[in-house]
């Protein structure tokens, strides 16, 4: 089964609007798939607004309150940004997905239908590429992770645990916390490394579950891009909020800030 290769693209001098250029090297074959009703950074905007509504509310109306805005930003990110890709692409295949270093937030890769509960994960097998602007020169990644090494608490948790460990190259990093995504600049590596992130604040109850199923199909032999998808399908019956702000993310040539310092 071929790959198809789809980057998300901002406005430039070429295009007036957001796009995805796809890519199928076996078939050898490119087309664009223009994206005008579409801004991330209004989703951007969006997500933070989850993260407001969690931090300014009581715990139990926090959690209702999330479960609602993350059914809406869903929909949102389906209807602008996934659905048109998924149209596009027709027979079910293996989808590669990169985006801007900015937009690495954006849970792209387990958006949902909610009309018909049909969600990205169940046709293909994305991994977010995300690529630091410094080092986007670097080589292509190699491989799949060699090792897991899985933090689980709140973000700050999760960073010093993280600003304590040096993972070794090609290594899998479980961040099974609150937004962890917004981690990823400081991941000190130097060459390709995988991580499962997390795009909003998360209940430890189900972040735990997940990462118990991730773990249980990593030491099933399945890479680590196939074990978040295999976990995220198991959930898939019950609220998004639940499993669909997790990414596999590819990350390329990090820096060594620690994170510690940039996390409340």
Partial sequence: MSTTVAALLAPDATADCWRWEMSCPAAGSTCTVPLPAADPRRLLAELAEIDRTHRESTVNVAVHARYVVVER????????????????????????ISAPAALHRLPLTTARCAPSGESLIHLCEPVVDWSPALMASQGPIVGDA????????????????????????????????????????????????????????VDDEHCGTLGDLIECGLGGGLPLASALRSAQAQLSGSHPYAWAGYAAVAVTGAGTISPVRDVA
């Avoid at 930003?73 to 590669?96: A, C, H, Q, T």
């Avoid at 304590?164 to 130097?190: I, K, V």
């Fill in 73 to 96: 930003f869903l929909d949102r990110v389906w209807r602008e940004l996934i659905e048109p890709l998924v149209l596009e692409l027709g027979e079910p295949g293996k989808l590669r």
């Fill in 146 to 201: 060699s090792e897991a090494v899985r933090f689980d608490g709140h973000l700050g948790e999760v960073a010093r645990a993280l600003s304590r460990h040096r993972p070794s190259p090609y290594s899998a990093l479980l961040l099974l916390g609150c937004r962890t995504a917004e981690l990823l600049p400081w991941l000190p590596e130097r060459s390709s490394s995988w991580a499962v992130v997390s795009s909003w604040d």
